[in-house]
């Protein structure tokens, strides 16, 4: 399915739930209550997949949709039932098998939808850290060399070893000066020079930067670990 048919999927999956539930709920008046709850996270969800707003990653809400909504749709069936003057199925068959109907597409589509990424994300493991995570350096520091990529252990890491362009700079001046420009790029390092932050839909996977000096140089080390589920 290419990019503008899964944008028409989710779509018609936004708009699904509430139609289900405008079909098949009780003529009570918490039924625009819930009605309009499920427009509102339809809404959220449609601002997050597009990007308009930013709560982590926005494939995290597109899985999250249906299992919300359907939540949704059963807590407001046992509101309704609550009122035992009503009933909870709707009064006419037409209405009710239409009802039915869009629920059996509701958990097609759905299906449709999150069952893809959910294959994908639980085979894809963490990634190959990415230098552009620390580069480039302030002025005055350079690459002397960089590492390929090693892996092991569920964790894959890069390196580089940086020097500075001011003469007889120490190695201390250096590391100083490699921690002041991780700390631009958002990395706020620990005593010990590392800092780490979660990454993928569910954040279970780890990105880490580490200061360290060996061997009278200083490197920066860039690692991926764990994997999306």
């Not at 250096?174 to 990395?187: C, M, N, P, T």
Request: proline content about 5%; charged content about 15%; hydrophobic content about 50%.
């Amino acid at each position: 399915m290419g990019i503008m048919g899964q944008d028409i999927a989710f779509g018609v999956l936004l708009i699904l739930p509430i139609l289900c539930w405008a079909l098949l709920a009780p003529p009570a008046r918490r039924t625009l209550t819930v009605a309009l709850v499920l427009l509102g996270w339809a809404l959220l969800a449609l601002a997050l997949h597009l990007g308009a707003v930013r709560l982590g990653e926005s494939a995290m809400w597109d899985l999250l949709y249906v299992p919300l909504s359907t939540a949704l749709i059963v807590t407001g069936f046992w509101l309704a039932s609550q009122n035992r003057s009503v009933a909870i199925r709707p009064a006419r068959p037409r209405k009710r098998r239409l009802g039915w109907l869009c629920v059996w597409l509701y958990a097609t589509v759905g299906g449709i939808i999150v069952a893809p990424v959910l294959v994908v994300l639980a085979m894809a493991d963490a990634g190959t850290p990415e230098l552009s995570l620390v580069l480039p350096l302030s002025a005055g520091l350079s690459v002397l060399q960089e590492t390929g990529t090693s892996c092991g252990s569920d964790t894959c890491s890069r390196a580089l070893t940086v020097s500075s362009a001011a003469k007889d700079s120490s190695t201390a001046s250096i590391e100083r000066a490699v921690r002041q420009s991780l700390d631009r790029r958002g990395w706020v390092l620990d005593a010990d020079g590392g800092a780490c932050r979660p990454v993928g839909p569910f954040g279970l996977a780890t990105q880490c930067v580490s200061v360290f000096q060996i061997a009278g140089e200083v490197q920066v080390e860039v690692s991926v670990s764990g994997s999306w589920f």
